[in-house]
């Protein structure tokens, strides 16, 4: 039986209340039953889903989304000021909490994502990287990458 209760503290009462469980579960505890109910396949957690499913479906679509903005408004811009922009802001912190927090492995739209980084990193440089190139473009700048 799952049951995972997720609390913020708000002072207004219980609308961040959530209660994660299995579609079977019936609470007959009162303080239960005022929680917000989400299904187990919906559940989320400081904003990176919890499974797998629609809502890492969901996430992985957003940021791909929110990659291919900033790819076409950094054409706007000085190529070496696109590059610092896209290797520290664009996307990185999101991508990086949803990779640490959810299980992301092997995801399909990972791919979608690399090659749209790729795309962009080839029109901000005006160069065809090779796929050695790339993976050393991956590489952290200590060992002479990117980052």
């Known amino acids: 039986m799952w049951l995972i209760l997720s609390t913020l503290t ?6 961040k209340c959530q209660l994660i469980a299995h ?20 559940a989320t957690l400081l904003g990176a889903p919890l499974f797998s499913g629609t809502v ?15 790819i076409d408004r ?6 070496q000021d696109a590059l610092i922009l896209l290797r520290s802001s664009f996307s990185s912190p999101k991508v990086l909490h949803l990779l640490r927090c959810s299980l992301s492995f092997s995801h399909p739209l990972l791919q ?3 090659s749209l980084l790729r795309s962009a ?4 440089t005006n160069s065809d990287l090779t ?5 050393q473009t991956s590489l952290p700048l200590k060992d002479g990458g990117l980052g």
């Open 131 to 135: 796929d050695i190139q790339w993976i």
């Open 23 to 42: 579609p079977d579960f019936v609470s007959k505890d009162r303080v239960l039953q005022k929680f917000k109910r989400v299904e187990i396949g919906d």
């Open 10 to 15: 708000m002072p207004w009462g219980w609308p």
């Open 121 to 124: 990193i080839q029109s901000i």
């Open 112 to 114: 979608s994502f690399d």
């Open 74 to 79: 950094l054409r706007l811009i000085n190529a």
């Open 56 to 70: 890492l479906d969901e996430a992985w679509s957003a940021r791909c989304v929110d990659l291919a903005r900033a």
